[in-house]
């Protein structure tokens, strides 16, 4: 027999009833976050308020496990999803009753003690039991994930589930979609219940840590630390670092690693305090640079890169999407695909840039016009630049590669490329202004004062999230679709005018 269990006597509960609200359950998202950092959950039971909103790139995240986890559930035509309840225990009515009828369930949710989990999916196995999978949009299993298995064993059997095994279903990167999409290729699904079985020790222990984290009126002491990021960014971020300088911290010193963490403990918070006998040659270029206000240039190093550099010159710049359900036939699950692109053209040295750009019109694979178009317009010679240009290097082969007429042609073109990252990435050109980024979103405004301010989409991650919504979400209204596509075409074009000023900031640096 199924049943719900509540202990009502622990400090939780004073707490509660002190406060004049009802025992709280612990979520299997409130647990992981607990295991990530005890201050962060305490924030959430007692000062939720003061934790920023999920930002836009967060929520894109958030809607493509919802596209997979649907996708998921294809597998099990017969299965039923669960309408959610935002109250645990009326979830759990709900789900014990669903369980009577031996199908596939979507977001059954059970309640074992301060534990409350909901399956992603749960199938009935033998005569009573129940394989427990959990669906992930990564394309491997990471060792968060046994946590996240181990914690729904722990509340399902609690509550009277019996699980024969537990699953960790992720995306098959290898799959090749040709036709409609096929769920049983999309997906590969590994036996976790070992790894599970593991750590239900661990989660009893750690639920009862947790539980009194929360019920403490003083919020946890926890510093600074690597927890920070993983395995998630932290949205705390804000409030834990706010007592960092803006932009001086120690925490963009060029690959510092917990060196950064051992400065903090001795008080050394800003970058230009930093004894510069404890670091490496690039680490005190950096350093002395912040120290002075100038920036670093190694003048021979620089005139070397420029001279890679030979007219007519071509600044290229993509945007793209790679969704985990491939959108288009010959395309994997998370490959780049380009939907738009911005093309500088400088045919001479003196002449002003000319301007080509593309931004794909719906859902036909763009990948095709976008090839032909730049066959055209890039020519036989001359070099392309591009900012991490490895990118667009990948990018074109991968196109190439499915449309095969254009393969010879990528071929030459891949070695026409020119990194314009180079110079900033090695620290042969560094200003404090870039406060340790070597992202084109820092250089530009560093070393030429001009800015992505004012932008909509100032991105590539916002880019993507938005041609994606609106161009294959059906319920976008027109006009929200033309402005995402305005904006689209003024980001993109910010990219290569900013690669064209910054190439010509790095010479004016060494005249």
Same mark, same amino acid.
């Given at each position: 027999?199924?049943g719900?269990s509540?202990?009502?006597?622990?400090?939780?509960d004073i707490?509660?009833?002190?406060?004049?609200?009802?025992?709280?359950?612990?979520?299997?998202?409130k647990?992981?976050?607990g295991?990530?950092?005890?201050?962060?959950?305490?924030y959430?039971?007692?000062?939720?308020r003061?934790?920023?909103?999920?930002?836009?790139?967060?929520?894109?995240v958030?809607?493509?496990?919802?596209?997979?986890?649907?996708?998921?559930?294809k597998?099990?035509?017969?299965?039923?999803?669960?309408?959610?309840?935002?109250?645990?225990?009326k979830?759990?009515?709900?789900?014990?009753?669903?369980?009577?009828?031996?199908?596939?369930?979507?977001?059954?949710?059970?309640?074992?003690?301060?534990?409350?989990?909901?399956?992603?999916?749960?199938?009935?196995?033998?005569?009573?039991?129940?394989?427990?999978?959990?669906?992930?949009?990564?394309t491997?299993?990471?060792?968060e994930?046994y946590?996240?298995?181990?914690?729904?064993k722990?509340?399902?059997?609690?509550?009277?589930?019996?699980?024969?095994?537990?699953?960790?279903?992720?995306?098959?990167?290898?799959?090749?979609?040709?036709?409609?999409?096929?769920?049983?290729?999309?997906?590969?699904?590994?036996?976790?219940?070992?790894?599970?079985? !593991?750590?239900?020790? +661990?989660? @009893?222990?750690?639920? =009862?840590?947790?539980? $009194?984290?929360?019920?403490?009126?003083?919020?946890? *002491?926890i510093?600074?630390?690597?927890?920070c990021?993983?395995?998630?960014?932290?949205?705390?971020?804000?409030?834990?670092?706010?007592?960092?300088?803006?932009k001086?911290?120690?925490?963009?010193?060029?690959?510092?690693?917990?060196?950064?963490?051992?400065?903090?403990?001795?008080?050394?918070?800003?970058?230009?305090?930093?004894?510069v006998?404890?670091?490496?040659?690039?680490?005190?270029?950096?350093?002395?640079?912040h120290r002075?206000? !100038?920036?670093?240039? +190694?003048? @021979?190093?620089?005139? =070397?890169?420029?001279? $890679?550099?030979?007219?007519?010159?071509?600044?290229? *710049?993509?945007?793209?999407?790679?969704?985990?359900?491939?959108?288009?036939?010959?395309s994997?699950?998370?490959?780049?695909?380009?939907?738009?692109?911005?093309?500088?053209?400088?045919?001479r040295?003196?002449?002003?840039p000319?301007?080509?750009?593309?931004?794909?019109p719906?859902?036909?694979d763009?990948?095709?016009?976008?090839?032909?178009q730049?066959?055209?317009?890039?020519?036989?010679?001359?070099?392309?630049?591009?900012?991490?240009?490895q990118?667009e290097?990948?990018?074109?082969?991968n196109?190439?590669?499915?449309?095969?007429?254009?393969?010879?042609?990528?071929?030459?073109?891949?070695?026409?490329?020119?990194?314009?990252?180079?110079?900033?990435?090695?620290?042969?050109?560094?200003?404090?202004?870039?406060?340790?980024?070597?992202?084109?979103?820092?250089?530009?405004?560093?070393?030429?004062?001009?800015?992505y301010?004012?932008?909509?989409i100032?991105?590539g991650?916002?880019?993507?999230?938005?041609?994606?919504?609106?161009?294959?979400?059906?319920?976008?209204?027109?006009?929200?679709?033309?402005?995402?596509?305005?904006?689209?075409?003024?980001?993109?074009?910010?990219d290569?005018?900013?690669?064209?000023?910054?190439l010509s900031?790095?010479?004016q640096s060494?005249?």
């Amino acid at each position: 027999m199924f049943g719900l269990s509540y202990q009502i006597s622990d400090e939780w509960d004073i707490m509660s009833a002190m406060n004049n609200r009802p025992p709280a359950v612990l979520s299997k998202s409130k647990y992981l976050e607990g295991l990530q950092c005890p201050k962060l959950l305490w924030y959430e039971y007692n000062r939720q308020r003061d934790i920023p909103g999920i930002d836009a790139k967060t929520q894109a995240v958030f809607d493509e496990g919802k596209r997979v986890g649907e996708w998921a559930q294809k597998l099990f035509p017969e299965g039923i999803k669960i309408e959610r309840d935002f109250d645990p225990a009326k979830q759990s009515k709900k789900s014990l009753e669903a369980l009577k009828l031996r199908k596939p369930l979507f977001e059954a949710g059970f309640v074992y003690g301060r534990a409350y989990a909901l399956a992603d999916i749960l199938v009935p196995v033998e005569d009573d039991a129940w394989d427990l999978i959990e669906v992930k949009s990564s394309t491997q299993v990471k060792n968060e994930h046994y946590y996240d298995a181990a914690f729904q064993k722990y509340a399902y059997e609690g509550a009277g589930l019996k699980i024969r095994k537990c699953f960790l279903m992720h995306i098959n990167n290898a799959y090749l979609r040709r036709g409609a999409v096929e769920p049983d290729k999309l997906f590969a699904k590994i036996n976790i219940m070992a790894e599970a079985q !593991e750590k239900q020790a +661990e989660v @009893a222990r750690e639920i =009862e840590k947790m539980v $009194k984290v929360i019920a403490s009126p003083e919020m946890p *002491d926890i510093k600074v630390g690597p927890q920070c990021g993983t395995p998630h960014e932290c949205r705390l971020e804000d409030v834990c670092w706010s007592f960092l300088p803006d932009k001086d911290h120690v925490f963009i010193l060029y690959k510092a690693g917990k060196f950064r963490y051992e400065l903090l403990e001795r008080g050394i918070v800003n970058i230009s305090e930093i004894p510069v006998e404890e670091l490496n040659e690039k680490q005190t270029a950096q350093v002395m640079s912040h120290r002075t206000g !100038e920036a670093h240039i +190694e003048e @021979a190093a620089v005139r =070397e890169f420029l001279k $890679k550099i030979n007219y007519p010159v071509y600044f290229l *710049d993509f945007e793209t999407i790679g969704p985990a359900i491939p959108v288009y036939d010959n395309s994997r699950p998370y490959q780049e695909i380009p939907f738009q692109y911005s093309l500088e053209v400088i045919e001479r040295e003196g002449a002003a840039p000319k301007h080509f750009g593309y931004l794909a019109p719906g859902t036909v694979d763009p990948r095709p016009e976008v090839l032909r178009q730049l066959k055209e317009r890039l020519c036989e010679e001359g070099s392309i630049v591009a900012y991490s240009a490895q990118f667009e290097m990948k990018v074109i082969k991968n196109a190439a590669e499915v449309y095969r007429d254009f393969l010879p042609w990528a071929e030459v073109t891949q070695k026409r490329f020119v990194d314009l990252l180079e110079p900033f990435k090695d620290f042969i050109y560094y200003h404090p202004d870039q406060a340790g980024s070597a992202s084109l979103k820092r250089v530009l405004p560093a070393i030429t004062g001009s800015t992505y301010e004012g932008l909509s989409i100032a991105d590539g991650q916002t880019a993507a999230a938005e041609y994606f919504r609106v161009t294959f979400n059906k319920d976008v209204e027109e006009k929200d679709r033309r402005k995402v596509r305005d904006d689209l075409e003024k980001y993109c074009d910010t990219d290569t005018r900013g690669m064209v000023e910054v190439l010509s900031a790095l010479r004016q640096s060494v005249k």
